[in-house]
């Protein structure tokens, strides 16, 4: 059982930053890809950002050069770096890492953070 827990949401102006983190726990044996989704009221869950275990990054075209996602394997965490935010910005995020644990991997979800941007 991988359990993801995320933290660093919040209300900021727009203009500002925050800094989302996910840390996972539980049985893991292996990490893959991690990643950062957003749903926003009444559309659909939407790709942000994603990370491959090689550090390979890929990003929705609405937070190029805004936002930053890393990893840091040693400790089972992914964060997503969020600058110069904008209202549209405003959603719940949630964290996304395939995990392997005593089985085959497996996409693993956080419970979501709310991030809202005022103008």
């Known amino acids: 059982q991988v359990q993801l827990v995320e933290s660093g949401g919040g209300l900021v102006q727009a203009g500002g930053s925050l800094r989302l983190s996910c840390a996972a726990s539980g049985s893991i044996f292996r990490f893959y890809d991690m990643g950062w989704y957003r749903q926003a009221p009444g559309k659909q869950r939407e790709l942000v950002a994603t990370?491959?275990?090689?550090?390979?990054?890929k990003y929705a075209d609405s937070v190029k050069d805004r936002f930053t996602i890393s990893r840091d394997n040693a400790k089972n965490t992914v964060y997503l770096q969020m600058n110069s935010l904008k209202p549209e910005d405003t959603a719940v995020y949630y964290c996304?890492?395939?995990?392997?644990?005593?089985?085959?991997?497996?996409?693993?979800w956080g419970q979501g953070t709310q991030v809202t941007v005022s103008s």
């Open positions: 996304w890492m395939v995990v392997q644990g005593s089985g085959p991997p497996r996409n693993s």
């Open positions: 990370i491959t275990i090689g550090g390979t990054t």
